[in-house]
Every structure is written in C-alpha cells, then in structure tokens.
C-alpha cells in the first residue's frame, strides 16, 4: 500500500496546468506502470493505463476518469519589470494578492523557475472603484524580484504561473495545498489500483489521468472516445462544508465520498455503486446534481453513442485556492469504494442496467 | 566595520521566519537578547517588553543616540472557538483585508499550521465577485479536532524567507530589517557615542513601545530605523507614478517628514552630508502619511531631535515583501558612517 500522504505531496508539488501535464503525467505514469498491463498517452495529453481482467475477451470495461490538470495563470505581457497575468482555468482574482507563485520562464531557450508573488498595486496605482474594491485579474502583477532586464531576459508572453504554496499536514488527517483538485482523485484511483492488485475483476480497467478539464473537458472527451469503455467512472473534487460554504451544495470533510445522481448519471450505476458503499459499511454522502455535474462526466456520458457515467466525489475545502483542504480518509474510502465496485462487476452487469425498472 | 554577509542573512532569515505579533513579541526577544549579549554594558527588559541595550563610548563627551527598531509585526488574534478546528479572528496593526483570502499562517508559539479559505468560485456570485470578501466571514482553519490553538494565540503568514537575484522576500521584512541593522551596530559600535539601542514593541499598534523607551532613554537624538514602504509599482493606466514613497535600489530612505514627526532638520543634513561625502546612494522618503518610531521618540521628555532612515520594501503588511540586499547594506553603511563622525556640535548648529 503506498504511503498515501507523501504521495499527494508529489503530485501536488509537481507542475501541471492545463494543457501542460507532462510533469505531473511521469509522476503517475511511474506509480501506475506496476498497477496497469499497459500504459499509454492519449492524443490529448491523457495517460491511459489499461489493467487486464479475467472475463473472456473481448471482456467490458469500466474506464476511471479523474482530470491531473490544475488551474492556474499565465504570463500576458511585462511593464517595467512586473508581469501581467491571465487566468487558466476559474480563479478568483480577490484571492491572489500576496500568493507565492513559480514563474516557469522559458525565455532565451532556457526553462527556469522563478520564485514570485501575485502583488495588489497600492491604491492611487489602481482604477477609482479598485483603491478599496476587489482588484481585477488584469490590475494584478507579479513581482520576481529580479531586476526589469533579467524579466525581460528570461519571461515570455505564455510562459506559465503556478501556485507556489507547499503541502501542509493540518489537524484531523487532513492536507492543505493547492492543486488537490484533482490530484486527490488520482490519489483515490491509485489506492484503487493498488486494492485491485489482491483481488480479481472480470472486466478490463482503464485508469485514466485526464489533461484539460479545468479548461472545457478535452482530455476526458478524447480518451472516452478513443478507449471507448462500457461504463465510465469519473472522480472529481466536490465542495466540503467550510467557512462560506454550509448550503446543500457541500458536504462533511472527512465523512465519506459523495455519489452523485442527476442527468449527468446513470441511475442503475449510480444504484449500483450506492449498494456497494451499503455492503462494504463504507460511509458516503448523497450528491444532487441537477444539470451540469462540473465533471469530465459532462464529456465522457455523450462520447460516441452515449457512455452510461457516474461521479464520485471527495469533498474538498476552498476549492481553486492555493490553501485548498482534503481529508485523506475520504481519499482512502473513495479508492476502496471503486475497487469493490469494480471488482464486482460480472459479465451480466450490463443486462442488469435497465431503464425505468 | 559592521556588515551585511551571509551572517547577517542567516539572522534575518531567523528572525523573518519568527513570529512577534504586537504584544506578544517574545520570540524575536529572545533571538535579540542572545545575538546583543556580551556586546552591551547594560541590558534590560522594560515594562511593555521593550529591549534596552547600552553601549557606552569612550569619549569624553558623548552624545547619547537611540536607535530603535521594532520587534513587532501585524498579524492576528483568534477570538473565537467556532469548533472543528475553526477559529474567527481579527486583525493586529494594519492588514488590507484583501490580502488575507488563500493564505496560508501559523499560530501560536509552536507555530501551528492553518489556512485562511473563503467560498470557493464556482459558488459566487458575479455580484458577490464585485465586493472584498469580508473579514467576518473568514476563518483559520486548523485542520478538524485540532486542541494545540485557542483564542488568544497570536499568528500571522507562513511565509519563508527567501532570496530572489538581488532580492530579499520574506514576511515581515517590516521591521526585522531594522532589528538585523541594529544588532550589527552595537556588535561594531562607534566609539565617540553612547548608543542606546531600542527593540521595541507595539510599534504597529500606535508606536508604544518607542514612547517609554525613549522616555527610559532620554537621548539626545533618537534615529528610528525601520523599513519603508516602495509603492514604485506601475499604474494600470500607463500614467506616471508620483506616489511611489520610495523606490527599491535607490539606496536607504531618509525621512524628511511623515504624519508623525518633522524631521529634525540638522539630523537629515547630516545624513545627506555623510551620504554625499562617502557616496553612498540614498533617496528621501516623499513626505507624506505614515510614521514610524520616531514620532514617538521626538514627542518624549523635553523633544528629541529626531529623524528616520529606513530600507525601502514592497508590499509591507502582506504575505510576502521584498526588499533589496543592495539598499538594506547601504543603510547600514550611512548608518555607520553618520555615527562615526558625530559630534556634540552637529545639535548646537543652525537648524536651517
């Protein structure tokens, strides 16, 4: 069993915004290639582990989706040494000033990182309704503290921002940093991959580190298309009950993985893997998603002739903060949760998935 | 000859990543009292927490200078339990509110972790995005069940020191710059004063702790070092900035007038004239609103000629400032250089 919490502050500490996963995709790629039969990249930056099953060929298979991309900035232009920024993925502008950052510079054909902090010009530097409002992503610099000729020497237009906040081990078995949307998922699927490793299933397993999520699905939309599963299971982040976040949309850290249900979900799975939490006594939330379930779910339900989709979720405090906050448990439960699912999938499965019974 | 080397760094960085919110400053205190002693004839601890070192010249004649530099830094205070791990608290000394979202802090004497979150996005409102997220709905967040905190503690960023190209980033930077100058000046003290040195508290919080000290000290002149704000950003129009304070890399700042005090105008030639005659670069803070300890010193007793010169940074009161090594070094070099050639006739000159 791999030590989990050291794990998470791998993935967490390695670089990975969307559209340029490559760093945290070796990360995964080297836990996984043990856990999988095969290990691939998608067209679209996807890594693709496919685990045998013992069922006859051509055997099911149930596809585990969880997106490794994270959001982030990314440098627009420089003013007299300062960089200016623009989002990738949601972020919320009123929570950048005095945020550490990693300058990824690639200019003059070298990569470095360079240490950073997203900086709140002083008031008369600021439009009038900014001086003592939220200041606008595009009002917003980074400082390096590197002389305005070095920036210029060495940042491009495009290169790369992220968070620079370290992992921190908080009270109650709980982790703070950035980026555990989603890279607590990967967690959770490689726990899963590891239970899988001392039990048997029938059907085929694509594990899957999606590219892309954050900014419109695309790794998922690919890899569901090209893998082409049977059912398609997609672990995303959900919201944890917090400070400033009580209402029927969160749910208790530490208390279990949500299943979610609503358009975005097929009934009978999501039937089915709510009787799997029953029998194993694993605790678990219900999750309502009335339309859009802000999930690769979204992408992989409609690939091809349609994909029967369900989403688990792990609630997750200040969600696209550098300070974000999981409970490591709920991660454990929700690897254990897809492992027994996965590993009681029979031949007949897909006959029992029956509409309006 | 008083120096800045890796050192003096290493010290900064210590002290940087101390924690010494207003009133509760015994961290930093006692790094101070460890570094001064063996290098002062007198040292002690007065009513507030202030520390009060002296070095006595050799002279005959000796003008008694105090030195300040404040210990103390903005923070926070838990005020409220609200369980699982979750505290309300309020801001110690000035802290722009908008600096607070998505932080990550330490608590307390054993340096507990926390973080400051908020509503994430994806639940707000476009409305909601147009207003700062108030301080009242902001929590530390322990992590659940956590018994190490509880209100009263004191904390502040998690912020490490660290150095960028010519750059010093750190938290706090305001006033341990200041603190680190200190200590070097009384480990190389010139012999024709006696110097009164000062760490004092409570600066944040309305200049307490200089008040009594310079009471204590009754000094013939009172020099406050501290760190300035350099507000040399762009503005988002394109305009230029006249408002800057002071810039980075132009040397220490020597203050002619803030909302506290009128430079003793003789203390400022004299800076001026040292700095001039050693090349020293240096840059006059813009007038304007601000104070520091020496509009606490120049108000005790019977009125202290005083003045200040301070090591530009960004960003004070936040996370994460930055200063330069270059303009940190320099203050220490006027500060050495003025000293050494003062005498009792620069106070029975002219005033202007």
Not at chain 1, 269 to 281: I, N, P, T
Not at chain 2, 245 to 266: C, F, V, W
Request: net charge negative; hydrophobic share 40%; charged share 20%.
């Amino acid at each position: 069993m791999t030590e989990l919490i050291p794990f998470l502050k791998d993935l967490i500490s390695a670089p990975g915004l969307s559209g340029y996963e490559d760093p945290v995709t070796k990360i995964i790629e080297d836990k996984w290639r043990p856990l999988v039969n095969e290990i691939s990249r998608g067209k679209t930056g996807s890594l693709q582990g496919l685990r045998h099953g013992t069922g006859e060929a051509p055997r099911p298979s149930v596809m585990v989706a969880t997106h490794m991309d994270a959001i982030g900035l990314m440098v627009t232009g420089i003013t007299e040494g300062f960089l200016r920024i623009s989002e990738v993925g949601g972020v919320d502008a009123r929570i950048l000033p005095g945020t550490p950052v990693n300058v990824f510079s690639t200019g003059a054909g070298v990569a470095k990182v360079l240490h950073g902090l997203v900086t709140q010009p002083s008031a008369p530097l600021l439009p009038e309704q900014e001086r003592d409002g939220p200041v606008a992503l595009g009002n917003l610099l980074v400082d390096t503290g590197l002389l305005p000729r070095q920036v210029t020497e060495l940042v491009r237009t495009g290169d790369l921002v992220s968070f620079a906040q370290s992992p921190v081990e908080l009270s109650g078995e709980t982790l703070s940093g950035h980026s555990l949307d989603n890279r607590a998922s990967v967690g959770a699927l490689t726990v899963c991959l590891e239970e899988l490793q001392t039990r048997t299933h029938s059907w085929d397993v694509w594990a899957v580190a999606t590219s892309q999520e954050e900014v419109g699905l695309l790794g998922a939309s690919s890899s569901t298309y090209q893998i082409h599963p049977t059912i398609a299971i997609v672990v995303d982040v959900t919201f944890a009950k917090g400070p400033g976040t009580s209402d029927w949309q969160a749910f208790p850290l530490g208390k279990g993985p949500t299943i979610a249900m609503g358009p975005n979900m097929h009934p009978a799975l999501h039937k089915a893997m709510q009787g799997m939490a029953d029998s194993l006594e694993l605790p678990y939330a219900l999750e309502f998603s009335p339309s859009h379930s802000g999930t690769d779910g979204w992408a992989t339900q409609v690939s091809a002739e349609g994909i029967p989709t369900l989403v688990v979720g792990i609630p997750l405090r200040y969600m696209h903060m550098p300070v974000e906050v999981v409970a490591i448990k709920d991660i454990q439960r929700a690897g254990r949760l897809l492992a027994g699912f996965i590993s009681s999938l029979g031949p007949d499965f897909m006959e029992k998935m029956v509409w309006d019974k | 000859m008083p120096t800045i080397g890796n050192q003096q760094i290493k010290l900064l960085e210590r002290l940087c990543n101390a924690i010494a919110i207003s009133g509760d400053e015994g961290e930093v205190r006692a790094i101070v009292l460890e570094e001064i002693k063996g290098h002062v004839d007198e040292v002690r601890v007065d009513a507030l927490g202030n520390v009060l070192a002296v070095k006595k010249g050799t002279g005959k004649k000796t003008l008694r200078v105090m030195l300040s530099a404040h210990m103390d830094e903005v923070g926070f205070m838990l005020v409220a339990d609200d369980g699982e791990g979750l505290f309300r608290f309020e801001l110690v000394g000035g802290i722009d509110i908008r600096q607070l979202p998505g932080k990550a802090v330490l608590i307390g004497r054993d340096h507990v972790p926390g973080v400051i979150g908020a509503r994430p996005i994806h639940l707000t409102s476009r409305e909601e995005r147009q207003e700062k997220i108030p301080l009242d709905t902001l929590r530390i967040d322990t992590g659940p069940g956590n018994s190490k905190v509880k209100p009263g503690d004191r904390g502040t960023f998690a912020t490490r020191f660290q150095q960028s190209g010519p750059s010093l980033m750190a938290k706090s930077l305001d006033d341990r710059l200041g603190v680190v100058t200190l200590i070097e000046l009384i480990k190389h003290a010139p012999a024709g004063i006696d110097l009164q040195a000062a760490f004092t508290v409570q600066e944040e919080i309305g200049l307490r702790g200089a008040k009594v000290a310079t009471y204590a000290f009754n000094p013939d002149i009172g020099i406050a070092l501290d760190a300035t704000p350099a507000n040399d950003l762009p503005s988002w129009d394109g305009l230029e900035n006249n408002t800057y304070n002071t810039k980075l890399g132009l040397g220490p700042a020597i203050y002619i007038a803030d909302s506290g005090i009128l430079s003793d105008p003789r203390l400022v030639r004299w800076l001026v004239e040292t700095a001039d005659s050693r090349k020293i670069p240096y840059q006059f803070r813009q007038p304007g609103g601000g104070r520091n300890d020496a509009g606490a010193m120049h108000l005790a007793q019977a009125g202290i000629p005083s003045v200040s010169v301070s090591v530009p940074h960004r960003y004070s009161h936040t996370a994460i400032s930055v200063a330069r090594l270059e303009d940190w070094k320099n203050s220490l070099a006027l500060l050495q250089a003025a000293l050494t050639r003062l005498t009792p006739e620069l106070l029975a000159s002219e005033r202007a």
